[in-house]
């Protein structure tokens, strides 16, 4: 006898169709969570990194500002320019300083902090022979080391901004000078010739014992880059420009 296969055309039932539901629901909800815990683990990464960098490259401004000046001090005083090194950073909450005597040397200790993020270094001051010790936060003031009162010489400022890399972008610096007249030039030149770096201002003016000199970034990569500036009779000074990194988001 020929055994009869019945077909079974039963569909799906309701409690199955809720059952996949439920399932992909479970599924969906914890492919989120890894995608949404992996955006925020990248985000957090890269907040990081960027205070980190920036706390660094403060550090990096500050020894260079002053580990060659003649006179520091935490008060102003007359013939010393202030200098406010945590202006040039949006983020820094604070630095403070602490001027230190050893055996007739002394040493500029500092801490950089930003968003519990503290870098602590220390400067010996072989040139300085004016010094007031103590403590004191963000604001300081230096005196040039000239070996002539009545020679010609200027103090590279604040720039106006960061620069970021791959991007266009043009900032200035302001150059204080003394001792030189109106009217007269200064010679800015880049060391090196770094890619995607310009000065637009070669030869720019000293009026009112200012002068400014503008820099432009067109796709500049990141990392530190420096610039001389001269004038007869004045002793070279350099300044730094500094290409933040970017991630892209």
């Known amino acids: 006898m020929l055994n009869k296969v019945r077909k079974n055309n039963r569909g799906i039932t309701l409690v199955e169709v809720i059952l996949a539901l439920a399932i992909l629901g479970i599924v969906m909800s914890l492919a989120y969570g890894f995608f949404s815990f992996g955006n925020k683990t990248f985000a957090l990464g890269n907040r990081k990194y960027d205070i980190q960098q920036e706390v660094d490259i403060a550090s990096f401004t500050i020894t260079n500002t002053f580990k060659d000046v003649k006179g520091i001090s935490l008060t102003d005083k007359p013939g010393y320019t202030l200098v406010d090194i945590r202006s040039r950073f949006s983020e820094i909450e604070n630095i403070e300083y602490t001027i230190n005597e050893n055996k007739g040397t002394y040493s500029l200790k ?94 720019p003016t000293v009026i009112g014992n200012n002068a400014v000199v503008k820099v432009k970034s067109t796709n500049a990569a990141a990392g530190f880059y420096t610039f001389t500036v001269n004038y007869p009779g004045a002793d070279e000074k350099t300044g730094i420009i500094t290409v933040l990194d970017t991630i892209n988001e």
């Open 110 to 203: 500092y801490i950089v902090v930003r968003e519990g993020r503290n870098v602590e270094s220390e400067i010996i001051l072989n040139n300085v022979k004016l010094a007031d010790t103590g403590s004191g936060s963000n604001f300081i003031w230096i005196l040039e080391n000239e070996t002539e009162d009545n020679r010609p010489s200027f103090i590279i400022g604040s720039a106006s901004g960061m620069l970021k890399a791959g991007e266009d972008m043009t900032i200035s610096y302001n150059i204080t000078t003394s001792n030189i007249p109106d009217y007269d030039t200064l010679n800015v030149a880049l060391v090196g010739s770094p890619a995607g770096l310009t000065i637009i201002t070669t030869s």
